[in-house]
């Protein structure tokens, strides 16, 4: 059968013509086919092959003609239709590689149509606004700025709540959706433990904890440290995180940590966690450690929670089985848990060379979780610890730029940030005050974390080797000894590269241990030699 | 709860879009996954009561907004500018008097004018007789006994000062999809001509002309020829190295083509139809005075949409840049002229440049010139020199248009439509003002052309719009 479609008025480049042409002609069914502009020699050419002369009277050179000689109508349509398909076919002339930028949310939509996260990280007073319109258009969002209203952040929960999305943060710093970091995240195996953390550090410790436990993740939702804490947000981003994580096949146990939740929103996530169906680990900083349920398991510290959700998923199917497995540090490396002897052999170690006067610990941290988990245990072994992070107020400090007594100093609060980067990015503050804090002849141990992952700085033990340096030298001036013990959250897949990090610090005699629990019980323990007057 | 949506983007392919700190997009490119970065910057530049209207109209209009803005689009798409005569102003343009002027722009009285305006007046009334001298025809201009109005009042549209005065001749052009009519004067040429405000013998004596001469020649040969499909010779002129505003030798060469065989076949002295070839010849802007009229009467036709964020107007008076929404018919929003960032002619600089005048800004607002940058490598030199600057160019158009020409296609883009729509929301939103090529004229009267390059519209004129068409239709504001 011989078919002619015309559309009136279409200019189209001959070159243009005759690649269509030559499309239809290759197209099953077709016999014959051309697609032209009606010139009068077009014309006449088409009625030469006996298309039907009628319907092109009246045409002329501005008029596209598509003319399929077709085996039957289903080939003939599917013809004329690839004809229009191939004329006005779109191309986006895309960068070669890299990523492609382009001035707004709708604008990468039109780009993408099927992402499926925004994530957002412009200045506070425009984040709600932002985060509400990528909801709006069904994207997941996760909102790395902070200085998002309480009332905006429960509006954004509650309409991404309505439409299924997860809506992590406001001020969240990190989350590992589809084994991809998204802002602060670590390159961490993928595995069968899925998490949902209220706090940015504590979600990168236990992540990388868990790789190096020989585990992986699936999933890792931040979700804002309001989420939970405040019972007006009521969880609304947990909750939903926690029901995707119970009914995701590659998510076999489930791993919650954060700081105190509200009681009536620690009671549904508790809720949720049983219903989920799958054994679950629950952390919640520096709140009391309730005993084990049938599928929950209790943590105490990060580390715990970590080695836990590695057990649980590694064949133990109850917390109790899984605790029996845990052995102390003599000889079984892989799931074991510091013993009181080994911590007291390292810091005995290094408190021998103590000098007079060394009294006090002094934590500097970038980051916020590590610093409270380090304050937590702290202050409740050395009975005080000041910190700008501290819930009592007796504690907290007067003045966060000068340390007195024994100190825990959370370096990325707004108080030190308030117009400069992040410590996690730029640890030069950090620096400075371990140097400030060498000088202090009172100071006995200094406590460190460091940091890697996406994000982060690119050497951010590299950034702190000037100070340790001056401040081990300033000491050792004054007839004493200044032991600096210090983490370093990572994987060897980091891109600061993790064994470099370590070999990094250990070369200027700083203890690193293996968790921040562990560098911080170290730590804890000179401490208290030094308070017992151990130093000679 | 419903996880559905979690689980599913548990399943699929991380895809990111990135709002903010760069390192993020950069992080997922280099594990993998997909992200596009947004060159975020605050909506309308942080002005609260613009982003309060963005946000009233995105919670909720009286009329669709979405449906309007296609139907807008559609006429534009559908629109077909044909060229269907000469004729004379006083005879043709709705609403011409012998005592009225049209100026290009938003209205503007005489005291306010810019220099270029007011010499290419004093030109108007030289050449329509009402004056002898320029002192003379300054003093009528002054004295309030001739009238001012904007050419886009009449259905028409004028280059640079854009004057249109009673005995002018002007080509008519008929929107065959819509039957609306435009009207546009013929193109004078370089050098010192009216619409640059030069109005010296030299300037009248071609004006006198162009009126006696030519234009009889060019109606009778287009007579023989017939109607010029506007949409199809664009077409081709954006695959010939035109964009269809500052680059127009491609399609002086196809008008020249088409007519040339009427012309040669008329009954005059071949003295005067070569005279009159030649002087197409040697204007290679004798085609801007025909894709004026054609974007003209193509928007025009999507003028008056109840709910539509369509603009279908931008122009220039050298003294205030306006524009109009579809939506808000009758209605200019304007904000000072802009200077221009250009490159000049020999002997000139930006001290002697005039602010932004003319109505060519049409063809943007139709989706050629400045948005069809990419299809004219031939005068990158405009935006920074080279074919990839072009391109950039046009791609941030697509940021603020809501479609893309089927007939106007770009070769470097792979034949991918030329941005068309405007939407005054998405130009408020992100920032990105439309791209605006223009020649520039001596701030003096009586100089003329010193160069040409790009503008930068006043963003105030697009916020003041959309708070406006919010006003009128956002259910709370």
Not at chain 2, 127 to 135: C, I, R, S, V
Request: hydrophobic share 45%; proline share 6%; aromatic share 6%.
């Amino acid at each position: 059968m011989k078919r002619i479609t015309v559309k009136r008025g279409a200019y189209y480049d001959s070159v243009f013509l005759m690649l269509a042409t030559r499309g239809l002609k290759g197209l099953a069914g077709v016999r014959d086919a051309i697609v032209a502009m009606a010139t009068p020699m077009n014309v006449e050419l088409l009625g030469d092959m006996g298309f039907p002369s009628a319907e092109l009277d009246g045409l002329g050179p501005n008029d596209l003609v598509v003319a399929v000689d077709a085996e039957g109508d289903q080939a003939a349509e599917a013809a004329v239709k690839e004809a229009f398909e191939s004329l006005t076919k779109k191309k986006a002339a895309e960068a070669a590689g890299g990523v492609a930028k382009v001035g707004s949310l709708s604008a990468a939509l039109a780009r993408d149509p099927d992402a499926n996260v925004a994530v957002i990280s412009v200045p506070g007073a425009y984040a709600a606004r932002e985060a509400g319109k990528a909801l709006e258009a069904g994207l997941h969002a996760m909102v790395f700025s902070d200085n998002v209203s309480l009332e905006d952040e429960i509006a954004l929960k509650k309409l991404a709540v309505s439409k299924g999305l997860l809506m992590m943060g406001p001020d969240c710093g990190t989350a590992i959706v589809n084994g991809k970091p998204l802002c602060f995240a670590n390159a961490v195996r993928r595995g069968p433990i899925g998490v949902v953390a209220a706090s940015g550090t504590g979600l990168q410790e236990t992540t990388c904890l868990i790789d190096r436990y020989g585990s992986g993740i699936s999933q890792a939702i931040g979700t804002g440290g309001r989420d939970m804490k405040n019972a007006a947000v009521g969880g609304m981003t947990s909750l939903l995180a926690i029901e995707a994580l119970a009914a995701d096949p590659a998510t076999r146990v489930i791993l919650v940590v954060g700081k105190p939740p509200a009681p009536e929103v620690a009671a549904k996530v508790v809720a949720a966690l049983r219903a989920s169906g799958k054994p679950a680990v629950a952390h919640f900083l520096g709140a009391p450690v309730p005993a084990d349920e049938a599928t929950i398991a209790y943590a105490s510290d990060l580390e715990e929670a970590a080695l836990l959700a590695t057990l649980l998923a590694d064949g133990s199917n109850d917390p109790a089985t899984a605790r029996t497995r845990i052995r102390d540090d003599s000889g079984n490396d892989r799931y074991n848990r510091p013993s009181k002897r080994a911590i007291e052999a390292i810091a005995v170690a290094e408190a021998e060379r103590l000098g007079e006067g060394q009294r006090f610990l002094r934590g500097l941290y970038t980051g916020g979780t590590l610093c409270d988990e380090a304050l937590f245990l702290a202050h409740a072994a050395l009975g005080g610890v000041r910190s700008n992070n501290q819930t009592d107020p007796a504690w907290t400090m007067a003045d966060p730029l000068r340390s007195e007594g024994h100190a825990v100093i959370d370096l990325g609060d707004d108080f030190f940030t308030a117009g400069k980067p992040h410590p996690m990015i730029d640890p030069a503050a950090r620096a400075e005050r371990l140097e400030r804090e060498g000088s202090d002849p009172e100071t006995a141990v200094v406590l460190i974390d460091v940091v890697l992952g996406y994000g982060s700085h690119d050497d951010p033990a590299g950034a702190c080797v000037p100070a340790i340096r001056a401040a081990k030298a300033a000491a050792a001036a004054r007839g004493g000894y200044l032991p600096v013990i210090a983490s370093v959250t990572g994987t060897p897949a980091d891109p600061q590269g993790y064994a470099g990090q370590i070999a990094a610090l250990e070369a200027e005699g700083v203890v690193v241990m293996p968790s921040n629990y562990r560098a911080a019980l170290v730590a804890i323990e000179i401490a208290r030699i030094a308070a017992k007057g151990g130093a000679r | 709860m419903n996880a559905k949506p979690v689980l599913a983007l548990f399943n699929a392919e991380l895809r990111a879009i990135n709002l903010g700190l760069d390192s993020f997009a950069a992080n997922l490119d280099r594990e993998g996954a997909k992200a596009i970065q947004v060159d975020w910057r605050p909506p309308a530049g942080g002005d609260v009561k613009a982003i309060a209207a963005l946000d009233a109209i995105a919670a909720g209009t009286k009329v669709d907004v979405e449906k309007a803005n296609a139907e807008a689009v559609r006429r534009i798409l559908a629109a077909e500018p044909t060229v269907i005569g000469i004729g004379v102003a006083k005879d043709v343009v709705p609403g011409m008097e012998p005592d009225l002027i049209l100026h290009a722009g938003p209205p503007v009285t005489w005291d306010r004018m810019c220099g270029p305006m007011r010499g290419a007046v004093i030109g108007g009334l030289i050449f329509e007789g009402l004056a002898k001298t320029p002192e003379e025809a300054e003093k009528l201009a002054a004295s309030g006994r001739i009238r001012f109005d904007p050419c886009h009042h009449h259905d028409a549209v004028g280059p640079m000062a854009g004057i249109m005065t009673a005995n002018m001749p002007v080509w008519i052009l008929e929107n065959k999809a819509f039957g609306n009519k435009a009207y546009c004067t013929l193109n004078e040429g370089l050098g010192k001509v009216l619409r640059y405000g030069a109005y010296s013998s030299e300037v009248i004596d071609r004006l006198t002309w162009m009126r006696d001469e030519l234009a009889p020649i060019l109606s009778k040969a287009l007579a023989l020829h017939g109607p010029i499909d506007m949409k199809s010779v664009i077409a081709q002129i954006l695959q010939m190295g035109d964009e269809g505003h500052n680059r127009n030798r491609a399609g002086t060469s196809i008008i020249i083509r088409e007519l040339a065989p009427h012309i040669v076949m008329l009954d005059y002295p071949k003295e005067k139809l070569s005279r009159a070839l030649a002087f197409l010849n040697a204007n290679d802007h004798f085609f801007l005075n025909l894709t004026m009229p054609s974007a003209k009467c193509t928007v025009d036709a999507a003028a008056g949409i109840e709910g539509s964020t369509i603009i279908t107007t931008m122009a220039r008076n050298g003294t205030e840049f306006g524009i109009k929404l579809s939506g808000l018919p009758g209605r200019w929003f304007t904000g000072p002229a802009g200077v221009i960032d250009g490159l000049y002619l020999p002997g000139f600089g930006p001290e002697h440049a005039s602010r932004d005048i003319g109505d060519s800004v049409i063809t943007e607002t139709s989706g050629i010139g400045g948005f069809a940058m990419a299809a004219a490598p031939a005068i990158v030199k405009f935006v920074g020199g080279s074919p990839k600057d072009a391109i950039d160019v046009t791609m941030r158009m697509y940021e603020i248009t809501n479609a893309e020409s089927e007939n106007y296609r770009i070769p470097a883009l792979d034949f991918r439509g030329t941005p068309t729509g405007i939407d005054v929301r998405k130009v408020v939103e992100t920032g990105i003002l439309p791209a605006i090529n223009t020649g520039i004229a001596h701030k003096d009267p009586g100089v003329g052309m010193v160069g040409a390059g790009l503008v930068k519209p006043p963003e105030n004129a697009f916020r003041d719009a959309l708070v406006a068409f919010a006003e009128k239709y956002a259910k709370r504001l």
